[in-house]
């Protein structure tokens, strides 16, 4: 008889949920939206809704293990979601427990951007990989690490905030409380600062025309289909957003030594006008030896990332149990 797992991804705008088998399969999904300004109780009842309706006739004695990619920060060993700034009124939320109790199931949790990087590994771009790094970069920046086969949490499972990690002692604080955050150089927002900066000082671009003026329009996106149109002062702050992204990846590469970095997110789909000053960096940067066979490639999991990463969660618990009965 088959045996499932039911996955969850909860984000800000969407709660998405799946009913999975151990190859990675999808056999029913169910989403809503997430609408969390209802605040808590109200979210937590959907979530619930979202995964009866994935879950579907299936038993849940046929049902392995439930899986949750959440926002952070969280703590993955006790289950609770320390804060989530995109959900109203989320501090401290026994997440893990309070769906165990509802399906008696057994039941895990994760970092969305930390289970994408092991979705990645087990699923996607990454299969086969014993050492690489998941990043995303768009309205901010996250990631996940595999070292040696298992995901890096740290002390508190609080590790891998790729985006956090200084580039700059001196550079512009960030929303964190840290200050010169790879962050605040290479994301959707900081490229659109950027440009509001090269224009205030007196630069010209197509952006003053697209943005009808008004300099607080402008967004990443914006920026990029200017280069696209050639606009000098565009594709120069592409170029210095991904030279940042670059003197990240050195830090990392220098870290952990990783056979592949797999980039995705929004600002990602710049491509050239990033990754190729990004690829000067890294070469100027550190020795042949980190990066002569280093694979730096797209993800392939796209919105099932969440689902999949969450399914990855549960097959490594279960396999990590199994093992130790």
Excluded at 38 to 51: L, N, P, Q, W
Excluded at 255 to 277: E, H, R, T
Aim: with cysteine; proline share 5%; charged share 20%.
């Amino acid at each position: 008889m088959a045996e499932y797992f039911l996955t969850v991804d909860l984000g800000g705008t969407q709660i998405r949920a799946a009913l999975c088998d151990a190859e990675g399969h999808i056999h029913r999904r169910a989403n809503e939206l997430t609408r969390a300004a209802e605040g808590r109780a109200a979210v937590i009842r959907r979530i619930k809704e979202t995964m009866a309706k994935a879950l579907g006739d299936v038993p849940s004695s046929r049902v392995r293990g439930i899986g949750i990619a959440a926002p952070g920060p969280l703590d993955p060993k006790r289950g609770i979601i320390i804060f989530a700034p995109n959900l109203h009124d989320w501090h401290n939320v026994p997440l893990r427990q309070i769906i165990q109790d509802h399906f008696g199931i057994p039941t895990f949790l994760g970092n969305d951007a930390n289970l994408a990087a092991l979705g990645e590994q087990r699923f996607g771009a990454g299969r086969g990989v014993h050492n690489l790094i998941y990043i995303t970069v768009s309205t901010g920046i996250g990631g996940g690490i595999i070292c040696d086969d298992r995901l890096l949490l740290g002390e508190g499972g609080f590790a891998a905030e790729i985006g956090h990690h200084t580039i700059k002692a001196d550079g512009p604080r960030c929303n964190c409380g840290n200050v010169g955050c790879l962050e605040m150089y290479a994301s959707g927002p900081a490229i659109a600062r950027m440009a509001r900066e090269a224009i205030t000082s007196g630069e010209r671009s197509l952006l003053q025309d697209m943005s009808q003026g008004d300099l607080e329009q402008i967004t990443g996106k914006m920026v990029y289909e200017a280069a696209l149109k050639e606009d000098p002062l565009a594709i120069e702050v592409l170029r210095r957003a991904g030279q940042y992204l670059g003197v990240g990846i050195v830090n990392l590469l220098h870290l952990f030594n990783p056979a592949m970095i797999i980039i995705g997110g929004s600002v990602a789909k710049a491509g050239d006008f990033l990754f190729q000053p990004m690829w000067e960096i890294i070469r100027q940067r550190s020795h042949p030896s980190y990066w002569e066979d280093l694979r730096i490639v797209p993800p392939e999991l796209g919105d099932d990332v969440g689902l999949l990463g969450a399914l990855a969660l549960v097959l490594s618990e279960v396999q990590e149990r199994t093992q130790v009965l």
